[in-house]
């Protein structure tokens, strides 16, 4: 511990071991619904190529050379976890593992079932090995044209132009997700 001017160095905290994943899935075919099965197959393997025992010491074991927490991209899932087949796979991946998923996903909440009033959101995603969504995070800086229509009610005349573009909402940011000792 040391302390300079009365300000103290926070104690180190434990590490974890982080496994980054990238697909390279071309936008062209991500979001198209006949690619889902491929797309999530392409990051699942990329995963269990993270989980295969890696050279270790002596006094290492297979828990300590494998992620306790991976991340795939924004988007990487392309479609509503909760309501998409895909997402068994995914749970199988971590159930048994004590490791966690931060994927990238679009999410909704029914706001008004009266009035069927839904927000979209560009989420971040954190599911835990128990197959459960630990946490969200919405993105609240979305991409113009691409992720909503700026002053949609004013440029009404676009909306044949943008017909494909994400209605999502911006999300705040209350609370960071938490797997052991980490935050995202």
């Not at 974890?16 to 990238?22: A, D, E, K």
């Not at 062209?28 to 890696?54: C, G, H, R």
Request: a neutral charge; hydrophobic letters at 40%.
């Amino acid at each position: 511990m040391v302390e300079i001017s009365g300000w103290v160095a926070a104690p180190a905290t434990a590490r974890i071991n982080v496994g980054v994943v990238q697909g390279n899935i071309d936008q062209s075919i991500k979001w198209s619904p006949a690619e889902q099965k491929s797309t999530v197959d392409a990051y699942l393997t990329l995963t269990a190529s993270l989980m295969k025992p890696s050279i270790k010491t002596k006094t290492e074991t297979e828990t300590e050379t494998s992620p306790a927490l991976v991340v795939w991209p924004e988007t990487a899932l392309p479609f509503y976890p909760l309501t998409n087949d895909h997402m068994g796979p995914l749970r199988k991946l971590v159930a048994g593992r004590e490791m966690a998923l931060l994927t990238g996903a679009p999410w909704y909440e029914i706001i008004d079932r009266q009035n069927n009033k839904v927000q979209f959101y560009n989420s971040g995603l954190l599911l835990q090995p128990d197959g459960q969504f630990a946490g969200r995070y919405y993105k609240s800086h979305l991409v113009p044209f691409g992720e909503y229509v700026p002053l949609k009610k004013l440029l009404f005349f676009l909306a044949p132009l943008v017909e494909a573009v994400g209605d999502f909402s911006p999300g705040t940011i209350d609370r960071p997700l938490v797997w052991k000792e980490a935050k995202a």
